[in-house]
């Protein structure tokens, strides 16, 4: 009896050593892009990161969301001071404010999520090293939270509208093309700088200087027919321009809305061309590095 019972015993425990597997959860190491199917089903864990990220951001702040209007408003002051009376930079017969807020807007939401997306990584370092998840999602997070910012200062552009008197005609309509233009070209920088900021923490001094010197790469202060000229002097075509896809997003994105000068069809496809690349070639590099992010962050 008490062997029939101990070949009992030893069978079952036998079984339940058997049953037991042990399972390692890695990316997988193809470079095939960022495999958008596991994005996909990781979607609701996405959603927890933006609002992660929004609530951090304004965390006991005094003024909170308030700085998303603050922040394009008071850069369109100083602008039209300096460089609308002082400088006296054309805009195209639009009145300079209204000009270069509309500009700023889609700017500060590319700024601020390509610094945020630069910083994603390194900041949710204690998570990435204790638990398996499509580590593309932190950057992309970051993105995604940036259009709360967005949607929050778009309504002082209608009232800048109003009172200038200058009202959208249908083209309005394709203005959200251009958002998800800068949404694209934030996410392609975005992935290339987080990856980047992990292996080399430079990045992060890096990261504020090339946001000041694309500003100035970019029309937002003055309109993209004054660089023109200077292309053709040099013997470069008009689409050179729009290597830098901000180019197409910022004067696409103020054509639509101001009805200024349509964009030329040259520069814009080049824009967004550039754009398109850049996001590729971002995700593959971040997916080429993922599997270390765990032992270098």
Same mark, same amino acid.
């Given at each position: 009896m008490q062997s029939d019972q101990a070949a009992d015993g030893s069978g079952s425990s036998g079984q339940s050593i058997a049953s037991e597997r042990v399972i390692a959860i890695e990316p997988s190491a193809r470079l095939k892009g960022? &495999?958008?199917?596991?994005?996909?089903?990781?979607r609701e864990l996405l959603l927890f990161f933006v609002w992660r990220d929004i609530k951090v951001r304004y965390k006991q702040s005094v003024l909170g969301v308030a700085w998303a209007i603050l922040q394009p408003l008071l850069t369109m002051v100083?602008?039209?001071?300096?460089?609308?009376?002082?400088?006296?930079?054309?805009s195209g017969g639009i009145p300079y404010p209204l000009f270069s807020y509309t500009g700023l807007l889609v700017w500060t939401f590319f700024a601020?999520?390509?610094?945020?997306? &630069?910083?994603?990584l390194v900041g949710s370092a204690q998570l990435i090293t204790k638990v398996y998840f499509p580590r593309v999602l932190v950057p992309t997070a970051a993105v995604l939270g940036g259009l709360v910012d967005l949607a929050v200062a778009s309504p002082l552009l209608l009232v800048l509208m109003g009172h200038y008197r200058v009202w959208p005609g249908w083209e309005a309509l394709f203005a959200p093309l251009f958002v998800l233009l800068a949404v694209v070209t934030a996410g392609g920088v975005g992935l290339w700088l987080s990856a980047l900021n992990v292996e080399y923490r430079d990045v992060r001094y890096i990261v504020p200087f090339l946001i000041q010197v694309w500003l100035f790469l970019t029309p937002v202060i003055y309109p993209a027919s004054l660089a023109v000229p200077m292309l053709e002097r040099v013997g470069l075509p008009r689409w050179v321009l729009g290597l830098n896809p901000m180019v197409g997003v910022v004067e696409g994105f103020r054509c639509t809305l101001l009805g200024a000068t349509w964009v030329p069809v040259d520069l814009l496809l080049a824009s967004v061309l550039s754009a398109i690349l850049t996001l590729?070639?971002?995700?593959?590099?971040f997916r080429s590095v993922?599997?270390?992010?765990?032992?270098?962050?």
């Open positions: 960022l &495999a958008w199917g596991e994005v996909w089903s990781y100083i602008f039209t001071v300096f460089f609308g009376h002082m400088a006296r930079i054309s601020q999520a390509t610094a945020q997306a &630069a910083q994603s590729i070639s971002g995700a593959m590099y993922a599997r270390s992010f765990a032992d270098v962050v």
